[in-house]
């Protein structure tokens, strides 16, 4: 089933299912001899291509995570490095004869100039093969099941567009959400509101907050005064959770908080999937939270 692919995507956890078939048949002659005949056929179900498939995105992403990583700090060591190069030209034209120092200073040129070679190759496959990551989990799986790799802000702008164009429901899990009323420029606050303004046009809106992040108080409050259903899990648990569901068919899901260093800072990751089984598999999980 498709599900599993999406299961196996975000918790890197496949489940193979093979089953048997059976059937049988019965002729009888009418003469002298009656004949009961009966045939049994087993087929077994290989969903190899799927397992193959889930496997790989799930392995992409792991590898995304660390790409992206590896190449923050693969460009602060270039930044660095270029700093002592730049160093080493002013001390080369300062001494500017054949002194021990002179010659220690060009050794550590050479040794820089290598350094940054090298760096420079390093970031170049890096980027090489986030392009290759970031096209293969934007690629349409099979059916109507559909992936898409949201990175930083590129979040903020397809969970606005799809809240706003919402016409039935809207389901939001949310660990952090931070309303800031005095902040004129803030996304979270332009979500937050967003729900709102899809309740008020008929949308049936629900949302459902970690009770103990202090800052989650004022978008209780505010979505609460508007008539929005909000509620707190239970104190006893934490809810980690970063999930949105909108009309029963359009999933996000990932590391993105509502707040604004999580959609403008910070360096996130999250997919939107477009999957009715995966809609409803976690607007029965939200009901089960809350």
């Known amino acids: ?58 392995r992409c992403m792991e590898h995304l995570t660390y790409l992206n990583r590896t190449l923050n700090e693969t460009e602060a ?38 350094e940054l070679r090298e760096s420079e190759k390093e970031l170049g496959e890096l980027q090489i093969n986030l392009s290759r990551c970031n096209e293969e989990l934007e690629t349409t799986l099979s059916g109507d099941l559909t992936v898409k790799l949201l990175t930083d802000g590129e979040y903020y702008r397809n969970v606005i567009d799809t809240i706003n164009s919402a016409e039935k429901s809207i389901y939001v899990m949310m660990f952090s959400m931070k309303y800031d009323p005095d902040d004129s420029f803030d996304w979270a606050n332009d979500l937050i509101r967003a729900l709102v303004a899809a309740k008020n046009r008929g949308v049936d809106v629900h949302v459902l907050l970690d009770d103990s992040i202090e800052g989650n108080e004022e978008a209780y409050s505010y979505l609460r005064s508007h008539g929005v259903d909000v509620s707190f899990d239970s104190p006893e648990t934490t809810l980690h959770a970063k999930v949105i569901v ?35 598999r976690l607007i029965e999980y939200f009901e089960s939270v809350r």
């Not at 956890?13 to 049988?24: A, P, Q, R, Y």
């Not at 001494?95 to 200073?105: A, D, E, F, V």
Request: glycine content about 4%; charged content about 20%.
């Open 246 to 280: 909108i009309d029963g068919r359009l999933v996000f899901l990932g590391s993105h908080n509502w707040s604004e260093s999580a959609l403008y800072w910070n360096h996130e990751i999250s997919l939107m999937v477009a999957s009715e089984e995966l809609a409803e």
């Open 77 to 114: 060591r270039l930044s660095n490095v270029t700093e002592k190069y730049e160093r080493c030209l002013v001390d080369l034209a300062v001494l500017g004869n054949s002194t021990t120092s002179l010659k220690n200073c060009q050794a550590e040129l050479e040794r820089t100039k290598s």
């Open 1 to 58: 089933m498709r599900w599993e692919v999406l299961v196996a995507l975000v918790t890197a956890i496949i489940i193979v299912t093979s089953g048997c078939l059976g059937n049988s048949s019965t002729t009888s002659s009418t003469v002298t001899v009656t004949m009961t005949t009966t045939t049994t056929e087993t087929v077994t179900k290989t969903p190899a291509p799927v397992i193959d498939l889930a496997e790989n995105l799930s």
